[in-house]
Structures are given as structure tokens and as C-alpha cells.
Nanobody, 121 residues
Framework: QVQLVESGGGLVQPGGSLRLSCEASGYILGYSGIGWFREAPGKEREVVSCINSRNGYTYYRDSVKGRFTISGDNAKNTVTLLMNNLKPEDTAVYYC??????????????WGQGTQVNVSS
């Protein structure tokens, strides 16, 4: 049983920063990536960023490039997403997700419970 536990969500003003963290535990078959999806109200879920656990490749969707930074620790099965210069459009539930990470984004094998990020004045 794979478990993904997120932390670090909250309420911030536009231009502010948040750091999300995720710790993975349990048996993972064919594990090669970990990262973050998000789901905003009335919107489809979308990949935000991921890191390939085998070669270190990182993916960012265009709307967060230059603002978000992902980092991982394979030995500890953890991943962190530093979010700077947050915008109201970043408001969403953010999910830690395991799955292959590539130039196309990330597959989604296992999901965490999600953590709420609200960007508002």
C-alpha cells in the first residue's frame, strides 16, 4: 500500500510564497517519478511539475516556469515544491502524485489526499 502525505498548503496573498512537501511510503512498483497535480474549482486536473527519480529530469508546465521549483530526495522518498510569486490562478487543491515523469508531463499511479492552496487578497 502506497501512502503519500502532503503538507504546507494554506492562504497567501498574491506575490507570496508557499512550500509544499510530500513524503511517500510503501511499496511502489516501477517507480520513476514523483510530482504535483492540481485541481482548481470547475477546472480539469493538470500536472504542475514533476521530477524523474532515475535521471533527475524536471518538468514544469508553462504557467509556472520561473516561479515554481521542484526538488526531491530519492533516499527519503520526498519531494518539495517551492512556489514563488503566487497568483490567484494558482488557487487549487494540490496533490502529490507518483508516476513516470517526462517531457510530456507525468503519469498518475498513486495520489495523496491533497492540500489546499488559496491565493487571495
Amino acid at each position: 500500500q502506497v501512502q503519500l502525505v502532503e503538507s504546507g498548503g494554506g492562504l497567501v496573498q498574491p506575490g507570496g510564497s508557499l512550500r509544499l512537501s510530500c513524503e511517500a511510503s510503501g511499496y511502489i512498483l516501477g517507480y520513476s517519478g514523483i510530482g504535483w497535480f492540481r485541481e482548481a474549482p470547475g477546472k480539469e486536473r493538470e500536472v504542475v511539475s514533476c521530477i524523474n527519480s532515475r535521471n533527475g529530469y524536471t518538468y514544469y508546465r508553462d504557467s509556472v516556469k520561473g516561479r515554481f521549483t521542484i526538488s526531491g530526495d530519492n533516499a527519503k522518498n520526498t519531494v518539495t515544491l517551492l512556489m514563488n510569486n503566487l497568483k490567484p490562478e494558482d488557487t487549487a487543491v494540490y496533490y502529490c502524485v507518483t508516476g513516470h515523469c517526462s517531457e510530456y508531463g507525468q503519469l498518475h499511479d498513486f495520489w495523496g489526499q491533497g492540500t489546499q492552496v488559496n491565493v487571495s487578497s
